[in-house]
Every structure is written in structure tokens, then in C-alpha cells.
Nanobody, 112 residues
Framework: QVRLVESGGGLVQPGGSLRLSCTASINIFSITSMGWYRQAPGKQRDMVATISNGGTTNYADSVRGRFTISRDVAKNTVYLQMNSLKPEDTAVYYC??????YGQGTQVTVSS
């Protein structure tokens, strides 16, 4: 069992930035991969970014170049730095620990 606690969501204007954090209840080196997913109203949950325990990152095309996933192993925490935010980035963002563990989600709203 892995418990994930997210923080950092909120309301931001288009072009702004936010940083999400996800702290795991176990050593994240023992997790094959961690990542961020998002789900907008009426849509499926989609992958945003992942980072493997070896440090390899992967991004959805829609966020590549704007979002950066990183981690602090000592803190068992994964981050998602989101820059140049767009209204279409509005969604509930979920932290994931491979394969099936998700946090409670944090709302990100991009609006003027």
C-alpha cells in the first residue's frame, strides 16, 4: 500500500505558473515509476508526466516544454512545475505511483 498526498493546486491566470507536490508514504526509489495525471470534467484521466526510478522522464505532447517533473528522493516527493499555463490545463491533477496508486487529487484552474 502506498499513500500519496498532493498539494499546490489553485487558481492562476493564463501564462502563470504553479508547482504541485506529491509526497509518498514509502521510499520512492522502490516505486518503478511516479507521475502526474489529470482529468478535466467529462473527460478521461490522461497522463501528464512520469519519472522512472532511474530518472527517465516522459511528457504528454500538450505539456512538453512547459511542464517539468522532478523528484527529491530524500523527501520521498515528486514535483510538477507548470509554466505558461493555459485554460485547457484546467483539471484535477492526480499523483500516481505505478501501477495503481493515486492521491486524492488537487484542482488546478487556469482562468482570467
Amino acid at each position: 500500500q502506498v499513500r500519496l498526498v498532493e498539494s499546490g493546486g489553485g487558481l492562476v491566470q493564463p501564462g502563470g505558473s504553479l508547482r504541485l507536490s506529491c509526497t509518498a508514504s514509502i521510499n520512492i526509489f522502490s516505486i518503478t515509476s511516479m507521475g502526474w495525471y489529470r482529468q478535466a470534467p467529462g473527460k478521461q484521466r490522461d497522463m501528464v508526466a512520469t519519472i522512472s526510478n532511474g530518472g527517465t522522464t516522459n511528457y504528454a505532447d500538450s505539456v512538453r516544454g512547459r511542464f517539468t517533473i522532478s523528484r527529491d528522493v530524500a523527501k520521498n516527493t515528486v514535483y510538477l512545475q507548470m509554466n505558461s499555463l493555459k485554460p485547457e490545463d484546467t483539471a484535477v491533477y492526480y499523483c500516481n505511483a505505478f501501477p495503481i496508486y493515486y492521491g486524492q487529487g488537487t484542482q488546478v484552474t487556469v482562468s482570467s
